[in-house]
């Protein structure tokens, strides 16, 4: 197998022209050397010890017509998610101060749609941006598909991101999701960074895939240019009633592996330890931190899944002397 030093990696750290086989190559190494590779690729580009603390607020929950096998907010599963209507614009600004006021940066909203429609209720998500826009906080949306009108109206509107996950690479896509394409994805991010908003995009890891698809994932990831400035990525959160409910459980260390090889990938981006915190322990979390992950979501719930309390994290940032980034 061929070596890579974070060496050989440094002059050509922004890289669009990924091989797989290279990519390959840096995600096979051993553990130890790819986690001290992504930390050395971190420190050039990243204040250590630094991460960045992001709320998720569901403000449209459940019925959604997609049939993405994770999802407990699928109309296609039977799970405990209610369906709820669109949140008001008063209570989500109501949700962004107080997440403000507790140390976050960056208000993200997510709504289960497939697609953005024209109306009402997009009328009032871009009321709500204006407003978390207007409280000096990044504000990132996750609504589905868009067209590129709608891309424009976000970003007239004052989105500094939009969420569109892969999930997982374009070969086992379709075994996790049925009702759309990969390309639908590609279209949409085309849509969000042409109208000038950053693009959050990552994926779920312990869905049944292989390493080879981790590889694929991020293969699309790094092949973007610009990157994504945000890569969630998700470790999947097994929900009884989705087709994943009974998944074997995620092994830490590849999800740490992941990351790890994210990082170097894609050196500047934020690299957010997304959904699944809740399983992991304080450990496995550090090693993520290792592995050049700079992002995570805090408070207690994550849309519709559970996420480590306040206090949890809290103690873990003391323990492991981490910083939360201070403001946009
Ligand atoms: S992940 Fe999003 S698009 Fe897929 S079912 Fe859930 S809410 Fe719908």
Request: aromatic share 6%.
């Amino acid at each position: 197998m061929t070596r890579t030093s974070a060496a050989e990696l440094q002059p050509q750290a922004l890289r669009h022209d990924w091989k797989r086989e290279e990519i390959r190559a840096i995600y096979h190494q051993p553990l130890l050397e790819l986690l001290f590779q992504a930390q050395q690729i971190h420190r050039q580009f990243h204040r250590p010890g630094e991460v960045q603390l992001c709320r998720l607020l569901s403000i449209k929950t459940g019925g959604c017509p997609e049939d993405c096998a994770y999802c407990p907010q699928s109309a296609h599963y039977h799970t405990e998610v209610r369906p709820g209507a669109l949140m008001s614009v008063e209570e989500v600004r109501r949700a962004a101060e107080k997440a403000r006021s507790e140390g976050a940066t960056r208000f993200c909203m997510g709504a289960a749609w497939r697609e953005v429609r024209d109306g009402r209720d997009f009328e009032n998500v871009l009321a709500m941006v204006r407003d978390v826009a207007s409280l000096g906080m990044e504000v990132c949306c996750t609504l589905g598909m868009l067209n590129e009108h709608q891309a424009r109206r976000l970003a007239e509107a004052g989105l500094t991101a939009y969420n569109h996950n892969l999930d997982t690479s374009p070969e086992y896509y379709g075994a996790i999701i049925t009702t759309r394409r990969y390309e639908d994805r590609l279209r949409t991010l085309e849509y969000v960074r042409r109208a000038g908003i950053s693009v959050c995009c990552g994926g779920i890891i312990g869905m049944g895939e292989s390493d080879e698809d981790r590889v694929g994932l991020l293969h699309q990831l790094a092949s973007m240019n610009p990157h994504p400035e945000s890569v969630p990525i998700n470790s999947l959160v097994r929900v009884e009633g989705t087709p994943l409910g009974e998944a074997e459980p995620t092994d830490p260390l590849t999800l740490a592996r992941t990351i790890a090889a994210a990082r170097i990938l894609m050196p500047a981006s934020r690299v957010r330890l997304s959904a699944g915190r809740r399983s992991l322990s304080r450990e496995s979390a550090a090693l993520c931190f290792m592995a050049g992950a700079n992002s995570i979501f805090f408070g207690e719930k994550l849309l519709t899944t559970p996420n480590p309390g306040r206090d949890e994290d809290e103690l873990l940032f003391r323990d492991l002397g981490l910083r939360a980034m201070s403001r946009v």
